[in-house]
């Protein structure tokens, strides 16, 4: 936690140029890029093995640079679970030992806040894209399974002084998340705030602060567009401060609640190092399709209400109205442009400028 200063840093698996380098070079590029520290979406992306010695020296790196260090572990759906191999690898296939490993590891290096989730993305068309709508397994099923297998890891965490914060990721809502921290214990569990991918549950921005902010101990912060096309609303990720996100008063609510952790930026590394093609056309700023009008998708929400529902709407009404006065690009043009590495810093460097223009409203001033 920050404490009394706002720090600003960067995913780990973001920081551009780092593809390909050395994991203790992330903390080198996010120095140059003037940000506070590094979030690593997992300690095997620290160290594949969990030496304890090469952890170690990533811990004093990152302290000789004055930078935060934050970590996570992975899946604990598990029925996703599988999409996680190094998890079981890491036990000789006993999983909950596998955790048992990764939870030691970070806790012995002083990272103690540590992000787990709940499912994963997939390019596959429309509401197939999320573990909510699986059709060999309920989601209820999912949400239960995880819950038992979170229990089965809370001695774990008690042992070792440690927080589970799960991602309010795409396929899960804010009101399951609560809910999971609540059975299972906030003395264990905590949230990783991602500041948008709950739009794409058709929840508000502030509305999902609101819920969630008593237990946010990690983040991951971006920014999108929103618009409304007939096959239902549009979801495209933009530089922080520029879209749809009123990023003060989110801090506001935060703040409230007395919820001040690191500022993590969740941007995007250059096309040709996400897989880009070619034609240096970024795959991650293709927009995203929310099945507003299905039915299916409609039932799948039954903690939605109409009233946050029309709000989120509104937002994307807004930006339809921004691209029609010229106030944005539009989606078809901000995905069609090349995204070259030094679009990716200049994607960084706008973020945490505004994040850092907002400190006054987090309450604090900021570090750098």
């Known amino acids: 936690m920050t404490g009394e200063t706002m720090r600003?840093?960067?995913?780990?698996?973001?920081?551009?140029?780092?593809?390909?380098?050395?994991?203790?070079?992330?903390?080198?590029l996010a120095r140059e890029l003037g940000l506070d520290g590094v979030f690593y979406r997992t300690v095997f992306d620290m160290d594949p093995e969990l030496d304890a010695g090469r952890l170690a020296e990533l811990r004093r790196h990152a302290d000789h640079l004055g930078l935060y260090l934050e970590a996570g572990i992975g899946n604990v759906n598990p029925y996703a679970m599988a999409e996680h191999p190094h998890l079981r690898k890491a036990g000789d296939g006993d999983t909950v030992l596998g955790f048992r490993q990764a939870i030691e590891a970070a806790a012995?290096?002083?990272?103690?806040?540590?992000?787990?989730?709940?499912?994963?993305?997939?390019?596959?068309?429309?509401?197939?894209?999320?573990?909510?709508?699986?059709?060999?397994?309920?989601?209820?099923?999912?949400?239960?399974?995880?819950?038992?297998?979170?229990?089965?890891?809370?001695?774990?965490?008690?042992?070792?002084?440690?927080?589970?914060?799960?991602?309010?990721?795409?396929?899960?809502?804010?009101?399951?998340?609560?809910?999971?921290?609540?059975?299972?214990?906030?003395?264990?569990?905590?949230?990783?705030?991602?500041?948008?991918?709950?739009?794409?549950?058709?929840?508000?921005?502030?509305?999902?602060?609101?819920?969630?902010?008593?237990?946010?101990?990690q983040t991951h912060v971006k920014d999108c567009l929103?618009?409304?096309?007939?096959?239902?609303?549009?979801?495209?990720?933009?530089?922080?401060?520029?879209?749809?996100?009123?990023?003060?008063?989110?801090?506001?609510?935060?703040?409230?609640?007395?919820?001040?952790?690191?500022?993590?930026?969740?941007?995007?590394?250059?096309?040709?190092?996400?897989?880009?093609?070619?034609?240096?056309?970024?795959?991650?700023?293709?927009?995203?399709?929310?099945?507003l009008y299905d039915p299916v998708w409609h039932a799948m929400h039954p903690d939605l209400t109409s009233a946050e529902l029309t709000a989120t709407i509104r937002l994307a009404v807004e930006g339809e109205r921004r691209v029609a006065q010229g106030d944005a690009e539009s989606m078809d043009a901000f995905a069609g442009r090349r995204f070259t590495h030094a679009d990716a810093v200049a994607?960084?460097?706008?973020?945490?400028?505004?994040?850092?223009?907002?400190?006054s409203e987090w309450g604090v001033p900021c570090l750098a």
């Open 8 to 28: 600003v840093g960067i995913d780990g698996r973001k920081v551009p140029g780092a593809t390909g380098r050395p994991p203790v070079e992330r903390l080198d």
């Open 108 to 217: 012995g290096i002083g990272c103690r806040e540590l992000w787990v989730v709940t499912g994963g993305f997939k390019d596959f068309p429309g509401r197939f894209a999320y573990d909510r709508f699986r059709t060999d397994v309920d989601w209820s099923v999912q949400l239960e399974e995880t819950a038992r297998f979170l229990e089965l890891l809370a001695p774990i965490c008690r042992d070792h002084g440690v927080h589970l914060n799960l991602e309010t990721h795409e396929e899960i809502t804010s009101f399951e998340l609560v809910r999971l921290v609540e059975r299972v214990g906030p003395d264990v569990l905590g949230i990783t705030f991602d500041t948008t991918n709950l739009l794409q549950r058709g929840e508000h921005p502030l509305e999902s602060a609101r819920r969630v902010a008593p237990y946010v101990r």
């Open 226 to 291: 929103l618009g409304i096309r007939e096959d239902g609303m549009r979801y495209q990720l933009r530089p922080v401060g520029t879209g749809a996100v009123d990023m003060a008063a989110l801090l506001g609510v935060l703040r409230d609640a007395g919820a001040r952790p690191n500022l993590s930026l969740e941007t995007l590394t250059s096309a040709a190092e996400s897989g880009g093609g070619e034609d240096g056309l970024h795959p991650y700023l293709r927009p995203l399709t929310i099945d």
């Open 347 to 359: 994607f960084v460097r706008a973020g945490a400028a505004h994040l850092r223009s907002l400190a």
